[in-house]
């Protein structure tokens, strides 16, 4: 089977150098599923695999191979200011040609709401989605995008769920999202993989830290942790923030007007090793989204050997078992989440054991040749739905 892949993948991650636009960027943090699902599903089958990347950014046509997975970059050549993922009929003027020429059997597009599932559809061969983001309630914590970038986005991410069959999610909650918008499609539940090498680590230091990764903007809601930080009165203790985003400056101030600034360190986009090292030297991870479908950094933590503290919001209640392997609190709590961020510095063995619980489980729940397996498993099925259709199709 020839089985073709779409979605938004770092570039600088894939592709030399001298094929892509603004070289000197830095670090891009590769996409987790490449990492855990693709190579392991080349190696666990015979089928031909080719992830397809439309971007700005790639200056020409290139196909490079890792992993036994193909990689097309496809340049598109829109102006950067016009420039936005949930513009898919520009970018299937581009994208649908390669795939057309690669002729898969089957596309699995990565995310309804970056558009990636309309441009699969207008390629005009069968269509599987993972569901990603969800923008319908995205949307209200996009405070720095554009409204019609926004409105776009939310329009394709409706209009292709209503026409995909066969969708992955990572949580009940994606489930139950997409089958009130499409009652009569099937949908597999498949936790996203975890990297081998958040596994491999030793174990956590425990030390006197909390650390939180995401992307510094109102959904993250980094202002509630720094909040509940500096409410804890941990005055031997330091917040580790990791990511960047429109909020930083705003976030900075925030921690010094509390008086905790000297002690919340923002560190930016670090590298995988970089923030293995992070989460090791750490008590626990906090994370106080506001919306988060299946956050990777949830799983991270809990590999690494951390308890995590996260809100009831999305589908971070199934990620968390509250009382076991970390604690969810309501949106915006920022006394609860408190309250957890005091008990486990003062139980630090406590902390260690709840983190042991979650690696236990993430061993299992997200190995990536367990999820490998269930994706063998979830396309097979598919293939043979079409083949029944075919079948069953008068002559």
């Excluded at 992830?51 to 997975?69: A, N, Q, T």
């Excluded at 918008?181 to 491999?200: D, Y």
Aim: glycine letters at 8%.
């Amino acid at each position: 089977m020839k089985l073709a892949f779409i979605g938004s993948l770092p570039t600088g991650g894939i592709f030399p150098p001298e094929v892509l636009r603004d070289r000197g960027e830095g670090y891009e943090h590769p996409a987790p599923w490449t990492i855990g699902l693709l190579p392991n599903l080349a190696k666990s089958t015979n089928w031909k695999l080719r992830v397809f990347i439309p971007h700005w950014k790639i200056l020409r046509p290139i196909v490079v191979e890792k992993d036994g997975v193909e990689y097309e970059g496809v340049p598109v050549k829109i102006p950067m200011r016009f420039f936005r993922k949930s513009y898919y009929h520009s970018i299937s003027i581009f994208t649908t040609p390669a795939i057309r020429r690669w002729s898969p059997n089957l596309i699995h597009a990565f995310g309804f709401e970056t558009g990636s599932a309309m441009i699969a559809l207008r390629s005009g061969f069968p269509v599987t989605a993972f569901i990603q983001g969800i923008s319908e309630y995205l949307k209200p914590y996009y405070t720095n995008r554009p409204w019609l970038d926004k409105e776009l986005g939310a329009r394709a991410e409706s209009k292709a769920v209503s026409r995909v069959s066969w969708m992955v999610a990572e949580t009940e909650f994606a489930k139950n999202w997409a089958l009130k918008r499409n009652p009569g499609a099937m949908v597999q539940i498949i936790p996203h993989p975890v990297r081998e090498e958040f596994l491999s680590q030793e174990g956590p230091t425990m030390k006197k830290k909390f650390v939180t990764v995401g992307s510094l903007d109102a959904r993250k809601a980094v202002d509630v942790i720094i909040k509940a930080f500096a409410l804890s009165s941990l005055s031997d203790f330091e917040l580790v923030v990791i990511g960047n985003g429109p909020d930083l400056q705003k976030l900075r101030r925030l921690a010094f007007d509390l008086g905790v600034g000297e002690r919340v360190h923002f560190e930016g986009a670090l590298g995988k090793e970089e923030l293995i090292e992070r989460l090791r030297n750490a008590r626990a991870s906090i994370i106080a989204s506001r919306m988060d479908t299946s956050p990777n950094v949830v799983t991270e933590a809990h590999a690494i050997g951390l308890p995590v503290i996260g809100t009831r919001v999305g589908g971070i209640p199934e990620m968390i078992d509250h009382g076991k392997d970390g604690w969810t609190v309501e949106m915006d709590d920022a006394d609860a989440m408190a309250g957890f961020m005091i008990r486990l510095a003062e139980e630090m063995e406590e902390a260690r054991s709840m983190g042991q619980v979650g690696r236990e489980k993430v061993k299992t729940l997200n190995c990536p040749v367990s999820i490998a397996a269930a994706h063998v498993d979830f396309f097979n099925m598919v293939r043979e739905n079409l083949q029944n259709t075919v079948k069953a199709s008068p002559h």
